[in-house]
């Protein structure tokens, strides 16, 4: 199988019905917030567009759905308060998206132009003054640092009592570091240019191993007063699919297809990401491959030829169908965490169906 | 008079003295996160090292020195409190002025090299894969959003009960989204390629207005207890100051002495910055002058006569004296708001003090 092309695993509906009450109270916050914003700045509008076009352009909502769950886990009833913290989140992987693709020079995101290129874009088009490609950056990271700001703010102001909402702060606040640094550790596993299986999987650990399942369950839990025992099956649920949600994105990164990841497909191997599919691809590799390999790895001016060779190279060194295998043992980790007395029927069903929204997810 | 050559104005030493104790608190709050950081994400180190070099290049400490004056001014005494919400706002800056430095491309910040010029620079000497100025970009980029997210953590574990906490950062939070407006303001301008004196006012009372002056004494304030109507007579002396601090700032951006400002003194002029000096020029400078200033404002390649010419120019337009004039009316403004008996003594003669040091500096 060289290309993913499965029909996208869906949330379940129930799940969809919490995406959707997100994404209404996530809109109804930003109106409020570009109203007040543009009363003090005139002219900032744009900056609030932009957002706007980004979260409105697509995703699942699997951070403010997590979120929900680890609420609804600890007993509570889905209420405003609990949907403005997991609008937060959303804001978040906002921020997290747009500075992202900066930095990897992706001109793609959820199947439209990512936000500098967006920005560039209305640069060509409004026929502005001096580089469209540095107007284009300076708007993203722009973007970026207000949704930043903004997430904070719709978690201060979902409404919690000070005892729930301070240590719910403080648990967010760890997770945000870590995307940043994971970031930053991908980033610099690149440009070094080597990076073996281990430190691989610490980047996605770091990464996405508790910024999309663990940290947003977490943070919901807290939020709905979860004792320790809760947050501890959460996290024996939420670590290991969060790893599986990385690799999955890294192999969607290589092998997915483009009218459906809403992606290029060849940009994880022009910036030449340290992935976990690529360690093992290097380790696995016969020499003349893996020369070849470590050679093109980071170029951004690879010919198609040669991408085409380099996932040929990846998958026939059986690092496709290895880190495939590990996808699926981690989901067996994260479903057997389910059997914990500790959850709620209903949410332990929902928690188990989103095991294979997000590692069997085409886009 | 050609450059600004005058020593720079120091801080009064009683400033310096609070500057040098939220310097030690600051150093001690990263130290501290710089150990959790690196226990958590392994690498990461580098982020530290690069806030801690731009904290350590210098700076004024402005904004820490008005938030604690506002809090003494409130009537509460100086404690480690205090000083540690003091150093969020410092770190708030580092966030903006690394930022700010990529968005402007300008690689030169307080004599040593911006965030993202340092990153190239390292890529370089390390030898790493890839493009440089990419790498140098992401440094940038995750160092700044790193330092917003410190900064925030600083104020909030700064130690002050909830009931005084809670309404400092809404006010911070007004503040920092005020920094992101006016910064896109500013960069829209730019690129847009005109804006009127107003326009331009409006951009440096948002950008600096309440960011430097303002907006600090009011946190410091607010957590030590302020009535409204103290808070009114620091609006009244911090509005004006803050934007003659940026008035200062343009001026300095053109004419200031490089190895006293420590910045590029031609980046302004290429960026097409449209400071309110430009906008004074533009409309007063004859028609063919005009002409020549506008088709060069903004343009990268200027050459250094082109630049030499421009600044002519502006100083022989009137729109140096004009700019000056209004710096010195503003001054005149923040100095007769500290007339009001809400004002303990010895604050009052401080805040007097720091309107020379803000209005008269050279860096």
Not at 7 to 23: G, I, Q, S, W
Not at 89 to 115: C, K, N, Q, W, Y
Not at 188 to 211: D, I, P
Request: with cysteine.
């Amino acid at each position: 199988m060289r290309e993913v092309r499965a029909d996208p695993v869906p949330l379940p509906p129930a799940c969809r019905v919490l995406a959707h009450r997100v994404e209404a109270e996530l809109a109804a916050f930003l109106r409020v917030q570009r109203r007040e914003g543009v009363a003090r700045a005139p002219g900032v509008e744009n900056l609030f567009d932009e957002i706007e076009r980004v979260v409105g352009s697509g995703g699942k909502r699997l951070r403010p759905v997590f979120c929900c769950l680890g609420y609804l886990a600890a007993g509570s009833e889905t209420g405003q308060e609990i949907l403005r913290a997991a609008a937060a989140l959303e804001l978040l992987h906002t921020f997290a998206i747009v500075h992202d693709d900066v930095m990897d020079g992706s001109a793609v995101r959820r199947g439209a132009p990512s936000s500098w290129a967006h920005f560039r874009t209305r640069h060509r088009r409004l026929g502005l003054r001096g580089d469209p490609a540095a107007y284009g950056i300076s708007g993203a990271i722009l973007a970026g640092d207000l949704a930043l700001i903004l997430a904070d703010r719709a978690l201060m102001a979902s409404g919690f009592p000070a005892e729930r909402l301070h240590p719910a702060v403080g648990r967010y606040d760890r997770m945000r570091t870590e995307v940043v640094a994971g970031q930053y550790l991908d980033v610099a596993a690149a440009h070094r240019g080597t990076a073996g299986e281990e430190a691989a999987r610490r980047v996605a650990a770091l990464k996405s191993g508790q910024y999309t399942v663990e940290g947003p369950l977490h943070i919901g839990a807290i939020l709905g007063g979860a004792p320790e025992a809760l947050l501890e099956v959460l996290s024996s649920y939420g670590l290991p699919l969060g790893e599986a949600f990385q690799l999955r994105d890294d192999v969607l990164g290589v092998f997915g297809d483009p009218s459906v990841t809403g992606k290029d497909r060849d940009s994880d191997l022009r910036e030449g990401k340290r992935t976990v599919l690529v360690a093992l691809a290097v380790a696995a590799a016969g020499p003349e491959d893996r020369v070849f390999l470590e050679e093109r790895l980071g170029r951004p001016d690879l010919a198609a030829a040669e991408v085409e060779r380099m996932r040929s190279i990846i998958e026939g060194s059986g690092a496709l169908a290895a880190t495939q295998a590990l996808i699926a043992e981690l989901a067996d980790r994260a479903r057997s965490a389910l059997a914990a007395d500790v959850l709620p029927g209903g949410v332990r069903v929902l928690l188990e169906g989103l095991v294979e929204t997000v590692t069997l997810r085409s886009r």
